[in-house]
């Protein structure tokens, strides 16, 4: 079946400072990618998505590219606050579900 | 416009009881889906609906559990005899049903209810 794998965290940064956090995906036929975002004591929101490739998904300030020939859909931030402090979970759909990475924590110091 | 509601937030049980945790979806999606979600892992997939229909049940789901969506709207997870490892966060979500040759939609999420087994 489809999976996901990313990069293990946790990720801690400066504030301002340059974010990637990978993914890359195994599936067949054409499927959807997205990132999750999950806030401390909340439920997963859903960050950006993309449905084929080459297609970029953006909002706030984050962006990630569907790379077939790469298999991998990574999460950008140019520069990063505070508030981005989360965990992240990268998707892949398939047979009707969505099937989610383990989650990279990300912490930003101020 | 609500979003997905899931009750309660919270519930502690002892070792061999039953629980029921409730989801109301958002109320123009006809598909449900409930997930498990453990400590630094992501959600896992258990079942889903689409209307009152059954579609899939994970092989993560034993007998001790069932789900419910009777009148194709809220649902209901029932565990029967918990046990230890069923604490978790159990979450539920909720979308659109994908259209043929089309692309998966997004699943909107719940805050969940986080069950402790004592």
């Known amino acids: 079946g489809n999976s996901v794998t990313q990069m293990e965290g946790p990720v801690t940064l400066s504030e301002e400072a340059f974010l990637t956090i990978n993914c890359t995906y195994t599936a067949t036929g054409y499927p959807s990618l997205f990132w999750y975002v999950q806030y401390p004591g909340e439920g997963l929101q859903l960050l950006l998505k993309?449905?084929?490739?080459?297609d970029k998904g953006s909002n706030k300030g984050f962006e990630a590219t569907y790379r077939k020939e790469t298999t991998s859909f990574h999460l950008e931030k140019g520069s990063v606050q505070v508030s981005d402090s989360a965990v992240y979970f990268c998707?892949?759909?398939?047979?009707?579900?969505?099937?989610f990475g383990k989650g990279t924590r990300l912490h930003i110091l101020p | 416009d609500t979003g997905v509601s899931q009750d309660p937030r919270h519930k502690i049980t002892k070792r061999g009881q039953n629980v029921t945790f409730r989801c109301d979806p958002i109320?123009?999606?006809?598909?449900l889906y409930w997930y498990r979600q453990t400590l630094g892992q992501g959600p896992e997939f258990l079942t889903y609906?689409?209307?009152?229909?059954?579609?899939?049940k994970s092989r993560l789901l034993s007998d001790r559990f069932s789900a419910e969506r009777p009148k194709g709207s809220f649902s209901t997870l029932e565990i029967q005899r918990t046990e230890q490892g069923d604490s978790a966060m159990y979450l539920c979500?909720?979308?659109?049903?994908?259209?043929?040759?089309?692309?998966?939609?997004?699943?909107?999420f719940g805050p969940g209810t986080r069950l402790t087994v004592t």
């Open positions: 993309a449905t084929k490739a080459d």
């Open positions: 609906f689409q209307n009152e229909a059954q579609l899939e």
């Open positions: 109320s123009e999606h006809n598909r």
């Open positions: 998707a892949v759909s398939g047979d009707d579900k969505i099937i």
């Open positions: 979500a909720s979308s659109l049903a994908r259209l043929a040759g089309g692309p998966t939609y997004e699943q909107y």
